[in-house]
């Protein structure tokens, strides 16, 4: 049911979006099942931003931090951004800190709607068990980190041109919940 309307109304959009949409939100608030579940609704390509940086380095991102340590990381991270942002309408899946660094939140924020996935901190703990590839968790107490991280990143995120909640349902709902905001944002 829910699945039918988020197609017909994703549908309402076809031809509307004219620009990139990024996904932002810290790990395990559903920025890269969403965007994969939004994407072909929308008739859009999807990327991850993670996966274009393992892509252009050769190395996984836990190795990239490992061997050129994160400022490096941060500085791929920007420029993948500044490459995929060329104007053409797709959904992205960012890297939970890259809105959070001011010059790639600039970046992102000139070429494209960002879409803010906020998630309470139960919904980010037990996401984030099941994969234990992100550095920034690695052999540290996730509910610690996140906690943190939440507070710390909240005012860039709230930076983003759209929000919407995450919750622990069924992802149709945050999909359903995403299209509004941007049905709101591309068809006032
Ligand atoms: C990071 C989040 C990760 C990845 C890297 C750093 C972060 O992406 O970019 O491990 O700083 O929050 P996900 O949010 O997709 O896990």
């Not at 500044?82 to 104007?87: A, C, F, G």
Request: proline share 4%.
């Amino acid at each position: 049911m829910t699945q039918a309307r988020n197609k017909s109304l994703a549908k309402s959009l076809h031809g509307r979006i004219d620009r990139p949409i990024v996904l932002v939100g810290l790990m395990g608030c559903g920025k890269s099942s969403v965007g994969k579940v939004i994407a072909p609704l929308l008739g859009l390509d999807f990327f991850d931003s993670d996966s274009e940086i393992e892509g252009a380095a050769g190395m996984s991102i836990a190795e990239i931090f490992e061997n050129y340590g994160e400022a490096e990381f941060r500085a791929l991270e920007r420029r993948i951004f500044e490459r995929m942002l060329d104007d053409q309408p797709k959904v992205i899946a960012a890297g939970g800190g890259a809105f959070v660094q001011d010059d790639t939140r600039a970046v992102i924020k000139a070429g494209s709607v960002s879409l803010w996935l906020q998630a309470k901190l139960d919904v980010l703990v037990s996401r984030t068990q099941k994969r234990s590839n992100r550095p920034i968790l690695a052999g540290k107490d996730h509910r610690a980190v996140l906690r943190d991280l939440m507070e710390k990143r909240r005012p860039a995120y709230e930076k983003a041109d759209l929000r919407v909640f995450s919750g622990p349902e069924s992802i149709d709902k945050t999909v359903r919940a995403s299209l509004d905001a941007l049905k709101g944002h591309f068809l006032p």
